[in-house]
């Protein structure tokens, strides 16, 4: 019996957050596998730039569409656009988290914003997505989100808040779904990205510490002894967007070189 396949030819996905980080890498990967692309992001010049990149990685297509998760006017717009070419079997919903700082400073704002971007946004994909991944018999939706939805983050408060409610609609959305179209989360650890460059500033100002000490003890922490790179993370995504993916459904799946205590 031969293995199911990696591969995502004849797949269209659509990657939100895709300008940086871990929404640009596995933009790559899914080109990598053969993907037709769309790339969302607010920055136009650098989703070009990716798109470019995607078609010499390996994807027959690849199409930047600009667009901002928290207007849904804007949103709605171009996502009219993405699915006028055609479903979207893949749909990865990923974007930016909110600053850091402690919990009791936040402000309602800060709470509704991050939850417009993140699960408002990732719902309404998901309403004008499913048609036609039902109607093209295939479809998978993958949600970038945090460690955090199982240990929550220290000077973290409002992201952890958000990112455990993008795992519970997801985990509810899963007994949903009909068979062949799976929901999943990846759960990035520590990762080299822009983002975790911020946190970490963030960090040391507010303890009155050098940068080198809070990832300093951030790694003690991971049995891995480093951090990840975004290129491990979108390999997990584009294994799980792929037909050897197919019998993975509502998993949270840490990518974290160890660091959660959980089993």
Known sequence: MSLPTTSLAGKHALVCGAS????RATALAFAAAGARLTVLARSAEKLEALAEEALAAGAPEAHAQP???EERDL??????EVLDAGPVHVLVNNAGGPPGGP????TDEDFEQTFRRHVLAAHYLAQRCVPGMREAGYGRILNIISTSVREPIPGL??????????????KTLSKELPPGITVNNLLPGFTDTDRLTQLKAGNAARQGVEEEDVERAWLASVP???LGRPEELAALAAFLASPAGAFVRGQS???????????
């Open 157 to 170: 408060g409002v992201s952890n808040t958000i990112r455990g409610a993008v795992a519970s609609w997801a």
């Open 103 to 106: 919990l009791l400073e936040a």
């Open 67 to 69: 667009a901002d998760l």
């Open 75 to 80: 949103l709605a717009e171009a996502l009219d």
């Open 20 to 23: 940086s980080g871990l929404g």
């Open 224 to 226: 891995e002894g480093r």
């Open 253 to 263: 799946i840490a990518v974290d070189g160890g660091r959660l205590n959980g089993i």
